[in-house]
């Protein structure tokens, strides 16, 4: 069973920065795609970015690319997720999710129903 846990959510003016992270743990972490997914209240859970299981391959929404970047440390079990150039649409909960595949891809990681594992969600608050 593999547990993930988000942290460095928070309120921040619009046009600055937050980096989310995510541990994960009682799994072998190199074997799990990792993705970021969020949720604004009366909204649908939606597709941030996904990284694959080596980090060689990111996919981002096109809401946030060139503006959010994934990376991960295999050596630390850790996923982040930088954020810059925030802005009020971005206030969301930020899930954590890891999928089990054997291929280092990011092909369908777009899909919650994918992921196998879901952190708690960490609050981020954008203020205009």
């Known amino acids: 069973q593999v547990q993930v846990v988000e942290s460095g959510g928070g309120l921040v003016q619009a046009g600055g920065s937050l980096r989310l992270s995510c541990a994960a743990s009682g799994g072998t972490f190199s074997s799990y795609a990792m993705g970021w997914f969020r949720q604004a209240p009366g909204k649908e859970r939606e597709f941030v970015a996904a990284?694959?299981?080596?980090?060689?391959?990111?996919n981002y929404a096109n809401s946030v690319k060139g503006r959010f970047t994934i990376s991960r440390d295999n050596a630390r079990n850790t996923v982040f997720l930088r954020m810059n150039t925030l802005k009020p649409e971005d206030t969301a909960v930020y899930y954590c999710a890891a999928c089990h595949r054997a291929a280092d891809s990011v092909v369908a990681l777009t899909t919650p129903m994918e992921y196998d594992y879901w952190g708690q969600g960490t609050q981020v608050t954008v203020s205009s």
């Open positions: 990284i694959s299981r080596s980090g060689g391959r990111q």
